[in-house]
């Protein structure tokens, strides 16, 4: 199984990241252009929060608020839980199933930004192994 290390080496997509200071609105444009379901929130290089789906739904449209007026970071999730990109994909589904998280930030050793990876990241990853490890079998078994 991939380390996330050799996972984020094989993502094509850019990064999309967003300011604290900007709107709620301006997020949710940048999630629309990626087609990404959470953002990373940079204050310059520095991880400060992540906002996601989740964050717009519960913290503007159930209370009423504007996203248009509204800052991310009022909204964001600021006690962010990261991995680092020696961190397996085993661990980071363990993580994701215990935390109910869809997103996960990996920050390199020096709390740099490496990436992000989503549960649909490591869902296609187990499944490719698996694939694999089938046909691997079904070699052995017919050879």
Do not use: W
Not at 94 to 121: W, Y
Request: with cysteine.
């Amino acid at each position: 199984m991939k380390t996330l290390k050799q996972l984020l080496a094989d993502k094509q997509r850019p990064l999309a990241v967003v300011a604290p200071g900007d709107t709620v609105f301006h997020a949710l444009s940048i999630m629309a252009v990626h087609d990404v379901g959470a953002l990373l929130v940079l204050e310059g290089e520095q991880l400060v929060g992540i906002f996601s789906e989740r964050d717009y739904a519960r913290k503007i449209i159930l209370q009423g608020k504007s996203s248009k007026e509204t800052l991310v970071r009022e909204i964001m999730s600021d006690r962010v839980i990261y991995v680092t990109p020696s961190t397996s994909v085993d661990q980071c589904m363990a993580l994701m199933t215990e935390k109910h998280f869809r997103h996960l930030p990996v920050l390199n050793d020096d709390n740099s930004v490496a990436g992000m990876i989503s549960i649909g990241d490591l869902v296609k990853e187990t499944i490719s192994s698996q694939e694999f490890l089938i046909s691997q079998l079904e070699r052995y078994i017919s050879g």
